[in-house]
């Protein structure tokens, strides 16, 4: 019966590995690797976030709402407006990349949900009027609750994801080396 060995590098090896390789490899590693993270925050804020129609705030809308709002596949706003913006599309990417800042940020798109702050949050109720009525709605704190959630499978999800990156540029690295050998 073959036997496979299995040598696990220990820490060191592995970060001199990686600072070995090229700046722009480290930088694609771990942009595919945070981005990764991020979906998996996202999954999990996606699972805690209300939807209209199972709050009961659907019974609310008037039959023109319903009517343009109709569609037993569509997804909710909430749930649609969620992205991931990753760090060079953020307002001072430049100046995070000239301190080597690799992220991605989760959060609503404010064109699709512009409610979302509301719906986390809480806010006072305004009943079709322009005068609060002086009762409180309650936030939900689904994003916030979903984040924390999120946390363990992203850190695990960025790490799996980096270590697969980084066997895959080590493998097409050495494919390249052996290339160029034989010319």
Same mark, same amino acid.
């Given at each position: 019966?073959?036997?496979?060995?299995?040598?696990? !590098?220990?820490?060191?090896?592995?970060?001199?590995?990686?600072?070995? %390789?090229?700046?722009?490899?480290?930088?694609?590693?771990?942009? $595919?690797? =945070?981005?990764?993270?991020?979906?998996?925050?996202?999954?999990? %804020?996606?699972?805690?976030?209300? /939807? $209209?129609?199972?709050?009961?705030?659907?019974?609310?809308?008037?039959?023109?709402?319903?009517?343009?709002?109709?569609?037993?596949?569509?997804?909710?706003?909430?749930? *649609?407006?969620?992205?991931?913006? !990753?760090?060079?599309?953020?307002?001072?990417?430049?100046?995070?990349?000239?301190?080597? =800042? =690799?992220?991605?940020?989760?959060?609503?798109?404010?064109? %699709?949900?512009?409610?979302?702050?509301?719906?986390?949050?809480?806010? /006072?109720?305004?009943?079709?009027?322009?005068? !609060?009525?002086?009762?409180?709605?309650?936030?939900?704190?689904?994003?916030?609750?979903?984040?924390?959630?999120?946390?363990?499978?992203?850190?695990? +999800?960025?790490?799996? +994801?980096?270590?697969?990156?980084?066997?895959? /540029?080590?493998?097409?690295?050495? +494919?390249?080396? *052996?290339?160029?050998?034989?010319?």
């Amino acid at each position: 019966m073959p036997q496979v060995k299995l040598q696990v !590098p220990d820490f060191k090896q592995v970060v001199n590995g990686f600072e070995a %390789i090229s700046d722009s490899v480290q930088r694609r590693v771990m942009r $595919s690797s =945070i981005s990764a993270g991020a979906t998996e925050i996202k999954k999990s %804020i996606r699972k805690k976030t209300p /939807e $209209s129609r199972k709050t009961g705030t659907r019974d609310l809308w008037s039959k023109s709402t319903k009517a343009r709002r109709a569609g037993a596949n569509k997804k909710s706003p909430l749930k *649609q407006s969620l992205v991931t913006k !990753p760090s060079s599309k953020w307002r001072n990417s430049s100046q995070l990349a000239s301190k080597g =800042i =690799i992220g991605a940020s989760v959060g609503h798109d404010y064109s %699709i949900a512009p409610h979302a702050h509301l719906v986390e949050e809480g806010h /006072e109720l305004y009943a079709w009027s322009s005068e !609060p009525s002086g009762y409180w709605v309650a936030g939900t704190n689904y994003f916030s609750e979903g984040q924390k959630e999120g946390a363990a499978p992203a850190s695990s +999800k960025i790490k799996s +994801k980096a270590r697969e990156r980084f066997e895959a /540029e080590v493998v097409k690295a050495y +494919k390249k080396e *052996q290339k160029k050998k034989n010319g």
